[in-house]
């Protein structure tokens, strides 16, 4: 018990940790492009971050009808970056000539020597999986209805600005109508807003429907939803002849996704693990304690 302690408080630990986003470090490297060349920068970043907050949602399809549950959790998703998503092609802008393999966000760190630029690009995260951690608070139940959150803020420095994580959901048990359903299924639907100074701002919404089996202390649960994300960015152009303000709304790319995962119940200790099959593929880890 006493290793299990420790396990989870360094998976809480890791919380406290700056996610691996700046926003001065983004703006640094996004300012010399203008708003085509720039989004398609920063697109690999709203793939991977939207699909990542809506992943590690749940842990199973079970939601009691009746009674007082808690359960707090530390989840870390990642989001898996592939190699399509570590360049871009460049598109005519005043200082940028179209048709060059340009590293995006993700690309490599190692500066690169374009023809036509008076600038060195360069990619800012050179990451195979980009890690998103995030606290959850599971509050239960109500007619068969829990509530979900998501929250975390901190001050990262008077020039980057706060970080901030917000979510809401609310599960409701469907097995509930249905006498001896041999699964448990219940619908749900998230909300999430994540903030980094006033550069960056992500938004992500799902809706899903999950189910689980257990047995013994072993559950084997899965899911289908529907999800949809968008990255605000906003910085300042530094072009060879004119600075301008640059603002910008950028898509996720995953629109479903299938989830499946395999969760540990020890009474008051839970451990879990899924992979979501998407468009952007993310795995999550979850540890938690829950009555």
Same mark, same amino acid.
């Given at each position: 018990?006493?290793?299990?302690?420790?396990?989870?408080?360094? %998976?809480?630990?890791? %919380?406290?940790?700056?996610?691996?986003?700046?926003?001065?470090?983004?703006?640094?490297?996004?300012?010399?492009?203008?708003? #085509?060349?720039?989004?398609?920068?920063?697109?690999?970043?709203?793939?991977?971050?939207? /699909? /990542?907050?809506?992943?590690?949602?749940?842990?199973? @399809?079970?939601? =009691?009808?009746?009674?007082?549950?808690?359960?707090?959790?530390?989840?870390?998703? @990642?989001?898996?970056?592939?190699?399509?998503?570590? *360049?871009?092609?460049?598109?005519?802008?005043?200082?940028?000539?179209?048709?060059?393999?340009?590293?995006?966000?993700?690309?490599?760190?190692?500066?690169?020597?374009?023809?036509?630029?008076?600038?060195?690009?360069?990619?800012?995260?050179?990451?195979?999986?980009?890690?998103?951690?995030?606290?959850?608070?599971?509050?239960?139940?109500?007619?068969? *209805?829990?509530?979900?959150?998501?929250? $975390? *803020?901190?001050? %990262?420095?008077?020039?980057? @600005?706060?970080?901030?994580?917000?979510?809401?959901?609310?599960?409701?048990?469907?097995?509930?109508?249905?006498?001896? $359903?041999?699964?448990?299924? /219940?619908?749900?639907?998230? +909300?999430?807003?994540?903030?980094? @100074?006033?550069?960056?701002?992500?938004?992500?919404?799902?809706?899903?429907?999950? !189910?689980?089996?257990?047995?013994?202390?072993?559950?084997?649960?899965?899911?289908?939803?529907?999800?949809?994300?968008?990255?605000?960015?906003?910085?300042?152009?530094?072009?060879?002849? =004119?600075?301008?303000?640059?603002?910008? #709304?950028?898509?996720?790319?995953?629109?479903?996704?299938?989830?499946?995962?395999?969760?540990? #119940?020890?009474?008051?200790?839970?451990?879990? !693990?899924?992979?979501?099959?998407?468009?952007? +593929? %993310?795995?999550?880890?979850?540890?938690?304690?829950?009555?």
């Amino acid at each position: 018990m006493k290793r299990v302690v420790c396990l989870f408080m360094l %998976v809480l630990l890791s %919380v406290t940790i700056s996610i691996p986003l700046t926003a001065s470090d983004i703006e640094d490297n996004v300012k010399y492009y203008n708003s #085509d060349n720039g989004s398609l920068y920063l697109q690999p970043l709203a793939d991977a971050f939207g /699909a /990542a907050l809506n992943s590690g949602l749940y842990h199973d @399809g079970k939601v =009691e009808k009746f009674g007082l549950h808690l359960t707090f959790e530390v989840r870390v998703m @990642g989001a898996i970056i592939s190699d399509d998503q570590t *360049t871009f092609t460049s598109v005519q802008e005043e200082s940028m000539p179209a048709g060059k393999s340009i590293p995006t966000i993700f690309g490599s760190k190692d500066e690169v020597t374009v023809e036509g630029l008076d600038f060195n690009p360069k990619g800012l995260y050179d990451y195979k999986v980009l890690p998103i951690p995030v606290p959850q608070l599971s509050i239960g139940s109500f007619a068969g *209805t829990e509530i979900n959150l998501r929250f $975390f *803020t901190t001050s %990262v420095s008077d020039e980057i @600005g706060d970080l901030k994580i917000f979510g809401f959901g609310v599960r409701h048990s469907l097995s509930q109508y249905i006498l001896l $359903f041999p699964v448990d299924v /219940a619908l749900s639907y998230f +909300q999430q807003s994540f903030e980094i @100074g006033n550069i960056v701002e992500a938004k992500a919404r799902y809706i899903g429907i999950q !189910a689980s089996k257990k047995f013994s202390i072993m559950t084997l649960y899965g899911g289908f939803g529907m999800q949809s994300s968008s990255l605000d960015i906003q910085y300042t152009y530094e072009g060879s002849t =004119e600075t301008s303000e640059i603002s910008f #709304d950028l898509d996720g790319k995953s629109r479903s996704c299938l989830t499946l995962g395999l969760g540990l #119940d020890l009474t008051y200790f839970k451990l879990h !693990a899924d992979y979501n099959i998407a468009s952007q +593929q %993310v795995f999550s880890l979850g540890v938690g304690f829950g009555i």
